[in-house]
Nanobody
Framework: QSQFVESGGGLVQAGGSLRLSCAAS????????MGWFRQAPGKEREFVAW????????RYADSVKGRFTISRDNAKKMGYLQMNNLEPEDTAVYYC???????????????WGQGTQVTVSS
């Protein structure tokens, strides 16, 4: 089925960096908005960032603005989330997803990856 396969998660100390990647199976990847969401234990899934189909427009949650950078390579059907200056509060399972509209709402996204765990220690 059509989905993203996330990779690049792991354990990192506070202040460190990680780069998450999504390999898309969706053949029309370049036609979709790509978003990143995260879900920590006991919390609801929350918006992290989105990037437009061709990449010029991006939006970020206030909690990650200035620290995270979303990008995509349509030729490779790959999406990325560069995470710098990580904090323990960033610990969560991170998901990439595809939508047909610009949205911060999870229900707007049609295709979802399986998630990758990010753990930030103090």
């Amino acid at each position: 089925q059509s989905q993203f396969v996330e990779s690049g998660g792991g354990l990192v100390q506070a202040g460190g960096s990680l780069r998450l990647s999504c390999a898309a199976s969706e053949q029309t990847f370049r036609m979709y908005v790509m978003g990143w969401f995260r879900q920590a234990p006991g919390k609801e899934r929350e918006f992290v960032a989105w990037i437009s189909e061709s990449g010029p427009a991006t939006r970020y949650a206030d909690s990650v603005k200035g620290r995270f950078t979303i990008s995509r390579d349509n030729a490779k059907k790959m999406g990325y989330l560069q995470m710098n200056n990580l904090e323990p509060e960033d610990t969560a399972v991170y998901y990439c997803a595809l939508a047909l509209v610009f949205s911060r709402v999870a229900d707007s996204y049609r295709y979802w990856g399986q998630g990758t765990q990010v753990t930030v220690s103090s």
